[in-house]
T-cell receptor, first 114, second 113 residues
Framework: AQSVTQLGSHVSVSEGALVLLRCNYS??????LFWYVQYPNQGLQLLLK??????LVKGINGFEAEFKKSETSFHLTKPSAHMSDAAEYFC????????????FGAGTTVTVRA | DAGVIQSPRHEVTEMGQEVTLRCKPI?????LFWYRQTMMRGLELLIY????????DSGMPEDRFSAKMPNASFSTLKIQPSEPRDSAVYFC???????????FGQGTRLTVV
């Protein structure tokens, strides 16, 4: 089955420190990959997407992610965390192998320490 | 564009009652998804439509759940009869093409007592 694995359900970082959220996917055909952010009591908002162009993708709020086919990974990073980055982050995948249904990982909650 | 519109935003109902959740996708979008979010199970895909046709309903928990998309601008998710374990936030999302992002509504918070 199509799946997305996010390592670490909770990540705590200091303000100004690197944020690294891990995502691995399963797909035997080229996937499209997404990172979303969810703030409390809100819907999900797109941070960035990989759709077979450049493997290093830049998104909003200083986030970026790199698609590595050999590692089936799409990790999300931000060089310097801000208090406003505290939220839940979801990795998602879609591909022709599964009729382009959109599947999400379990999510990673990020807390930022002052 | 107003985005994906879900109604109601909150619903409290008694066990055994029928509940209908509504979604208006973004105009011009071809795919529509219904998700359920709980602390225990995370974000689960319930059903996925493409061009108003259900493509994958393998996530629908049981026969008490049903979803329809009578036209490109409207979808419903119905639970009959509702049970306390159905309490969750239900999200609708729509997407223009398979390689574009999905846009989410604000969700419906359902509480079954």
């Amino acid at each position: 089955a199509q799946s997305v694995t996010q390592l670490g359900s909770h990540v705590s970082v200091s303000e100004g420190a690197l944020v690294l959220l891990r995502c691995n996917y399963s797909s035997s055909v080229p996937p499209y990959l997404f990172w979303y952010v969810q703030y409390p009591n809100q819907g999900l908002q797109l941070l960035l997407k990989y759709t077979s162009a450049a493997t290093l993708v830049k998104g909003i709020n200083g986030f970026e992610a790199e698609f590595k086919k050999s590692e089936t990974s799409f990790h999300l990073t931000k060089p310097s965390a801000h208090m406003s980055d505290a939220a839940e982050y979801f990795c998602a995948v879609t591909s022709a192998e599964y009729d382009y249904k959109l599947s999400f990982g379990a999510g990673t909650t990020v807390t930022v320490r002052a | 564009d107003a985005g994906v519109i879900q109604s109601p935003r909150h619903e409290v109902t008694e066990m055994g009652q029928e509940v209908t959740l509504r979604c208006k996708p973004i105009s011009g979008h071809n795919s529509l998804f219904w998700y359920r979010q709980t602390m225990m199970r995370g974000l689960e895909l319930l059903i996925y439509f493409n061009n108003n046709v259900p493509i994958d309903d393998s996530g629908m928990p049981e026969d008490r759940f049903s979803a329809k998309m009578p036209n490109a601008s409207f979808s419903t998710l119905k639970i009959q009869p509702s049970e306390p374990r159905d309490s969750a936030v239900y999200f609708c999302a729509s997407r223009k093409t398979v390689n574009t992002e999905a846009f989410f509504g604000q969700g419906t918070r359902l509480t079954v007592v």
